[in-house]
Nanobody, 118 residues
Framework: QVRLLESGGGSVQAGGSQRLSCAASGYSCWSYTWTWYRQAPGKERDFVSDIDSDDRTTYADSVKGRFTISEDNAKNMVYVQMNSLKHEDTAMYYC????????????WGQGTKVTVSS
């Protein structure tokens, strides 16, 4: 059974930094894409960043230059380093694994909350 567990959320002041982690277990993929999404209260879930098995990364315009996605294959972890946080970054952050082959499918974590106070 594939499991994803996010951690690292909390409260931070505007201008500060936070690193979110997503730990995955129980999966086997020929190729994959890790994606971070976020959902602010009353809003839709939005794309933040992704990284694929070829280490290609993409970012939403709203976080480009401030957030950095990375992965540690040995630990089955994916991270997003968030710098220069703004109040509008306040949201529940979710990681998703898109797996091709093996454990084919989309898998979501339960989310971790980030609150940025201005």
């Amino acid at each position: 059974q594939v499991r994803l567990l996010e951690s690292g959320g909390g409260s931070v002041q505007a201008g500060g930094s936070q690193r979110l982690s997503c730990a995955a277990s129980g999966y086997s993929c020929w190729s994959y894409t890790w994606t971070w999404y976020r959902q602010a209260p009353g809003k839709e879930r939005d794309f933040v960043s992704d990284i694929d098995s070829d280490d290609r990364t993409t970012y939403a315009d709203s976080v480009k230059g401030r957030f950095t996605i990375s992965e540690d294959n040995a630990k089955n972890m994916v991270y997003v380093q968030m710098n220069s946080l703004k109040h509008e970054d306040t949201a529940m952050y979710y990681c998703k694994l898109y797996c091709v082959g093996g454990s084919q499918g989309d898998y979501w974590g339960q989310g971790t909350k980030v609150t940025v106070s201005s």
